[in-house]
């Protein structure tokens, strides 16, 4: 099998399927280690990727106005029980385009293997990005893995992520996103995580709404298990009038795992606000009990809340 | 069955020192509605707990048979598969549960538009609802009976069930008690609204953790209505006529 079937195979696992890349329509990337094995533009999209010895280096540009159709698939990862791989991409959205990215980190046979991703996005005036990353990584753990992004969000614009790694043991991982949002900015932070083992996850997001009227939410829902530890830093700032900011971080924590949650909320202006909630500890007893007194064992309930949770 | 669907005999149960249900007897037939009357406090909410099996709601004495089977070494979901279930008073919320899936819980191929609109929620509107805090009280009390319903159980204990629905829709509310009675089921119907009570085919008025009247619900209302009630005279329920 080659790598770029080993890799494409897996993408049902992260909702996508392996019929993307023969879309036309449909630009992607498909990065296996420092190697670039597959790769499609479309109109209005500029994709300047290479490979080095040590990295994948890019840059992505959606040009001023266009509206990308498709989503553009970024499948990268590692297709053998040992590698390294190493992406710093460039992503910029230019005035009053629209695209949607869908990041595939695919990490099916991995355990002993390193991921690293260093992003810097920048989103014009009245432009909007949704970028969705889905990790799959497979039963063995052992992977460091760290996503670390710089987004800047101009005038009017709009971001919108969403990371989810729901399948599998990932190892040690560790996020650190960095927002920046302008005047009538929009950014919504969203990161959903399922770890096992002994998974240890750091996730530091930070907002912070330097104009006027921007609007941040940092949304965190983490389910661990077995010994895996978490913690999980959200921190807003607001820094001009009208800025409105929100954390919410849950974590539900069994078998042995442990886990921690320190949102920071800053404001330096008397007309911004910023509210957070967090909430960690096992499963909520009521919605456990509900579930049970409709015939469902606690097996099932505590399932059925935790995917609900983790959706 | 000829006999009792719910046989409760001298149920003790206690939290610390203070004595929360004490002697209770009630019985309650197949496809009989059961009104529970009292004051806050007097012990409604513990005795449905209690019944259902909540963690922490263990009797101290007593015993409790529901439909020829002892209820208090069964866990709560073994009760619920011999047909006994519980709308509480302030619904759970689910985050990321839709509808369908709530009404649907443990029935792969069950349908849940009929129970919809059975409690007046439009199935298209509400199906792919998430059962979680953008529904208002009231939708999710809506919700919650329809659960109930989906289950067509042998005795569905209600927990103030008309609580945060406004007055037009509480025919709503009293129409469905009427269909799980007549689906063959049995309802014990906790409750403060007088309107609600008057449907149930019997009633009881609980003060201080003893049921202290019981009988037709018109005589149950009347004697709640009054200043005092025959145990305490008022002094240990607190309750006064509003």
Redesign the interface.
């Known amino acids: 099998m080659s790598d770029l079937e080993a890799l494409t195979r897996v993408l049902p696992m992260v909702g996508a399927e392996p019929a993307i890349l023969d879309d036309e329509r449909i630009a992607h990337v498909v990065g296996q280690g420092h190697r670039i094995l597959s790769r499609r533009s479309v109109p209005g999209l500029d994709l300047d990727i290479e490979e080095t010895p040590d990295a994948i280096v890019g840059k992505m540009t959606i040009r001023a106005g266009v509206v990308i159709e498709q989503p553009i698939h970024m499948c990268f990862g590692l297709a053998h029980p040992t590698g390294s791989q190493n992406i710093r991409i460039d992503v910029v959205v230019e005035e009053r385009a629209t695209a949607r990215v869908l990041s595939h980190c695919l990490f099916p046979v991995a355990q002993s293997a390193q991921h690293r991703m260093q992003a810097a996005i920048d989103i014009g005036p009245g432009a909007s990005l949704t970028y969705s990353e889905g990790h799959y990584h497979g039963p063995h753990g052992g992977m460091q893995v760290v996503p670390h992004a710089s987004i800047k969000i101009g005038k009017g614009a709009r971001y919108f992520s969403d990371f989810s790694l729901l399948s599998g043991s990932v190892g040690n991982l560790d996020i650190d996103y960095l927002v920046e949002v302008e005047e009538d900015g929009i950014a919504e932070l969203t990161a959903k995580i399922f770890a096992h083992r002994t998974d240890r996850i750091t996730l530091k997001e930070a907002v912070i709404l330097r104009g006027e009227r921007s609007r941040g939410l940092i949304k965190t829902?983490v389910v661990l298990d077995g010994e895996a530890s978490a913690e999980i830093v959200g921190i807003t700032e607001a820094h001009a009038k009208g800025a409105r900011g929100h954390v919410d971080c849950?974590e539900i924590v069994q078998g042995r795992a442990q886990a921690s949650a320190i949102p920071i909320v800053r404001v330096f202006h008397p007309e911004a606000k910023v509210t957070h909630e967090a909430a960690i500890g096992s499963v909520?007893?009521?919605?456990l009990?509900?579930?049970?007194?409709?015939?469902?064992?606690?097996e099932?309930?505590v399932e059925?809340?935790v995917?609900?949770?983790?959706? | 069955m000829n006999g009792p669907l719910l046989d409760i005999r001298n149920l003790n149960f206690s939290a610390g020192n203070q004595t929360i249900l004490d002697r209770l007897d009630l019985t309650i037939h197949p496809r009989e509605i059961h009104a529970l009357l009292g004051a806050n406090g007097s012990g409604k909410t513990t005795l449905a707990y209690v019944l259902?099996g909540?963690?922490s709601y263990v009797p101290s004495g007593g015993c409790v048979v529901f439909n020829g089977t002892d209820l208090v070494p069964l866990?709560?979901?073994e009760r619920?598969?011999l047909g006994l279930?519980?709308a509480?008073q302030e619904?759970?919320?689910?985050?990321?549960?839709t509808v369908r899936?709530y009404l649907s819980?443990?029935k792969p191929n069950y349908d849940p538009e009929p129970a919809l609109r059975q409690v007046g929620l439009d199935p298209e509107r509400y199906l792919n609802r998430r059962v979680d805090k953008t529904l208002s009280g009231g939708e999710r009390h809506r919700v919650e009976l329809a659960?109930v319903l989906s289950?067509n159980p042998k005795l569905a204990i209600l927990d103030e069930p008309a609580a945060g629905i406004d007055m037009l829709s509480i025919n709503h509310i009293i129409d469905i008690i009427r269909a799980l009675k007549a689906a063959g089921g049995s309802v014990l119907l906790i409750t403060h609204q007088e309107e609600v009570a008057a449907i149930a085919d019997s009633a009881s008025q609980l003060c201080n953790g003893r049921i202290v009247f019981s009988g037709d619900p018109d005589r149950v209302i009347e004697h709640f209505r009054g200043r005092t009630c025959v145990r305490c005279d008022g002094e240990v329920c607190g309750y006064v006529r509003p």
């Open positions: 829902r849950m909520d007893r009521k919605e009990e509900t579930l049970m007194a409709r015939g469902l064992s606690p099932q309930a059925m809340i995917s609900g949770i983790l959706r | 259902m909540c963690e866990k709560m979901y619920a598969r279930t519980l509480w619904p759970a919320r689910f985050e990321g549960v899936e819980l443990g659960s289950m």
